[in-house]
């Protein structure tokens, strides 16, 4: 380890195969908290190359405990986080309204780490119960359109590193892998991503994959479709640049969109937004999320994916799918 700080820090990187080798000898507890903390650290003061973002992938999906869910055809809606922008759950919202579109969702998540609330957080609190029990899933995506991957269920071997996140309080190089070791290996999936530069580097990586995929990240820095100004779109066939108005809606405020200080605030935002009482602001950040979710899946238009998502969260659709999920937690 003291040999890959000292390259690290000289702005060296190192190779995919070192990236992995070290993410598996972290996960066996090889090295102190001390030396994780400041390999973590390191990171966030230098830009991370494609080739150590795809050895750090490769390490988990290898370690991880994976689930056979292809045949539900999901999606998974899943941002980095550690945009900084403590907006309210907008993927996890987006998750239950393209659940309530029709389209099978299997969300992947964890607790909030650089943000006040993270999506298992908020999911925790209304009662959800997490597993990584092959039929529990099943079970939930067959009668709720959607189930729950809580990701230390499922990457057991960095618990490690997963207090020491914690007291860190900031991103790290973790936030780039979440979205990208989704256990039940998608075919689809929606990414947001918190700068340019990794919205580059997801493209890069997924066009080596077969997976059908949407990258996105709003211009002014969030890690999801915001409307408070412009989002960069990556997807197999196309890059695009979409503006609120192309959904035929207004740009939004950030404090429009801001997400409590607390899990009690988020979750009571949430309950609030998904029972049909949401802002205009609230409602058009989840559709459009939700609608380019269903549109990656369907293969249809971001506008029309966004007309179903409406059509999900107002006609009680979208609760209806929560409502199952809490029930088959009890």
Not at 21 to 45: H, P, R
Not at 187 to 215: A, M, S
Not at 218 to 233: C, F, N, P, V, W
Not at 271 to 291: D, F, H, P, R, Y
């Amino acid at each position: 380890m003291k040999q890959l700080l000292n390259r690290l820090i000289n702005h060296e990187s190192i190779s995919s195969n070192e990236a992995e080798q070290v993410l598996i000898s972290i996960s066996k507890g090889d090295y102190n908290e001390s030396q994780i903390a400041s390999f973590l650290t390191v990171f966030m003061m230098r830009s991370i190359t494609i080739e150590e973002l795809k050895g750090f992938r490769d390490a988990l999906l290898q370690l991880c405990i994976s689930v056979n869910l292809q045949e539900f055809n999901a999606i998974d809606l899943c941002g980095t986080g550690g945009d900084g922008k403590d907006t309210f759950n907008i993927s996890t919202l987006a998750s239950f309204v393209t659940a309530g579109a029709g389209v099978n969702v299997c969300k992947h998540g964890n607790y909030g780490v650089s943000s006040a609330c993270g999506s298992s957080n908020v999911m925790e609190y209304l009662g959800i119960a997490f597993s990584n029990n092959e039929d529990k899933l099943k079970q939930a995506i067959t009668e709720a359109g959607i189930c729950v991957l809580h990701a230390p269920l499922f990457h057991p071997a960095m618990k490690h590193v997963a207090p020491i996140r914690r007291a860190l309080g900031i991103k790290t190089f973790f936030n780039m892998l979440g979205p990208m070791v989704n256990p039940s290996f998608p075919k689809h999936q929606i990414v947001g991503v918190f700068n340019l530069e990794l919205l580059r580097l997801y493209g890069y990586l997924y066009q080596n994959t077969d997976k059908n995929y949407t990258i996105i990240h709003a211009l002014d820095g969030y890690d999801e479709i915001s409307l408070t100004g412009r989002t960069k779109i990556i997807t197999n066939q196309s890059e695009t640049v979409l503006d609120p108005t192309d959904l035929k809606v207004n740009q939004v405020s950030p404090k429009s969109i801001f997400g409590g200080h607390t899990v009690k605030e988020a979750a009571s935002i949430f309950l609030n937004i998904i029972s049909g009482k949401g802002t205009e602001a609230q409602n058009n950040v989840v559709c459009a999320n939700a609608g380019l979710a269903i549109a990656t899946s369907k293969q249809i238009s971001h506008l029309e994916g966004f007309e179903l998502a409406k059509q999900s969260l107002h006609s009680g659709m979208a609760k209806r799918s929560l409502n199952r999920l809490i029930a088959l937690s009890k």
